[in-house]
């Protein structure tokens, strides 16, 4: 089974920056998507950011594009999210997913795999 284990959450500052981790085992990743998702207290999940293994696409929520990055590091198994200027609203847990194909989606549902995520929190 496919096992995905994030890191490198944190308290932080607004404008400061964390790099998560999502360390990924159980399968050959070569054709998988993986990305983010992050929910706040109270609100749905919403797409971050995600990352083909195929030909190392990224893609971005519009709230995020310009100070978050995605990566990926084959040789570790681990896709990364570089988070700069984070603002309060970052504030979420930020799960790692991974879904077969090397498209995209959206939709938390289309995700098979979700590790049990790691908690972000930006003050003010």
């Known amino acids: 089974q496919v096992q995905l284990v994030e890191s490198g959450g944190g308290l932080v500052q607004a404008g400061g920056s964390l790099r998560l981790s999502c360390a990924a085992s159980?399968?050959?990743?070569?054709?998988?998507?993986m990305g983010w998702f992050r929910q706040a207290l109270g609100k749905e999940r919403e797409f971050v950011a995600a990352?083909?293994?195929?030909?190392?696409?990224?893609y971005y929520a519009d709230s995020v594009k310009g100070r978050f990055t995605i990566s990926g590091d084959n040789a570790k198994n681990t896709v990364y999210l570089q988070m700069n200027s984070l603002k309060p609203e970052d504030t979420a847990v930020y799960s790692c997913?991974?879904?077969?194909?090397?498209?995209?989606?959206?939709?938390?549902?289309?995700?098979?795999?979700w590790g049990r995520g790691t908690q972000v929190t930006v003050s003010s």
């Open positions: 997913i991974a879904r077969r194909g090397g498209s995209v989606s959206y939709r938390p549902f289309d995700y098979d795999y």
């Open positions: 159980g399968r050959t990743f070569s054709t998988y998507t």
């Open positions: 990352f083909s293994w195929i030909d190392t696409s990224t």
